[in-house]
């Protein structure tokens, strides 16, 4: 059973991964006109992570990158939504609004704390690189419109997950081979020995019937002395 399990998830995994390794999240949010993707998110895996966000309306987009500090800093009390934690391989992110004050959504591209910045219509991506230093990513329209529903896509890529997906595939795969040798095996010497004493008399070869007439030597000894 567990060979079978590490075969079906060795393969869902390969075919989910695909050949590049790429681990892809997206998640469907409304938004109160800015969007944060925190340290712990960008950080979760040592690899550079692509992120994407792309509008319903079409809109413009700005994305933004800074230390984290700085990043919080220039949001202030402005309402967000932030996105705190992601699922893999379920997909999900969590993500709950903070902020009540008044937002700085406009304002926030005309910063000088930005490290990296990216803006679009309909659609804007950025890949952050990996920093020793906690960064945050930070999306707004750019101008006084807010953004509305927004899609928002997490994308790692790392080739070494798909060949260790393959690996396990693998694995499971020559211990249920294995496991199958062994019951079939099993079967052959069984099956033998079931078939023998399912024999009804008059299917026994006819010298066990008459061995069995005769009886043991000793028996055919002691009627001899009678």
Do not use: C, K
């Amino acid at each position: 059973m567990a060979a079978l399990v590490l075969l079906v998830l060795g393969v869902w995994a390969a075919i989910g991964l695909g050949p590049s390794g790429r681990a892809e999240l997206t998640s469907s949010r409304s938004t109160p006109g800015i969007v944060m993707v925190g340290a712990p998110v960008l950080g979760r895996v040592d690899r550079p992570v692509e992120v994407s966000v792309s509008r319903v309306d079409a809109g413009a987009v700005w994305l933004g990158v800074a230390h984290d500090a700085d990043a919080r800093a220039a949001i202030g009390s402005s309402p967000f939504l932030s996105v705190d934690r992601v699922h893999y391989p379920s997909g999900g992110m969590d993500a709950h609004v903070a902020g009540t004050g008044s937002s700085t959504a406009a304002r926030l591209p005309g910063g000088d704390v930005w490290q990296q910045t990216s803006a679009g219509t309909g659609t804007a991506r950025l890949l952050v690189h990996p920093s020793d230093v906690p960064r945050t990513l930070v999306v707004t329209s750019g101008d006084a419109a807010g953004l509305g529903r927004v899609r928002v896509t997490l994308a790692w890529e790392n080739r070494a997950w798909f060949l260790e997906a393959l690996a396990v595939a693998a694995v499971g795969l020559v211990v249920a081979a294995l496991a199958l040798n062994v019951l079939w095996r099993e079967r052959r010497r069984a099956a033998p020995t079931q078939s023998r004493h399912s024999l009804t008399r008059d299917q026994q070869p006819a010298r066990d019937r008459a061995a069995s007439r005769r009886g043991s030597p000793a028996q055919q000894g002691q009627r001899g002395r009678s």
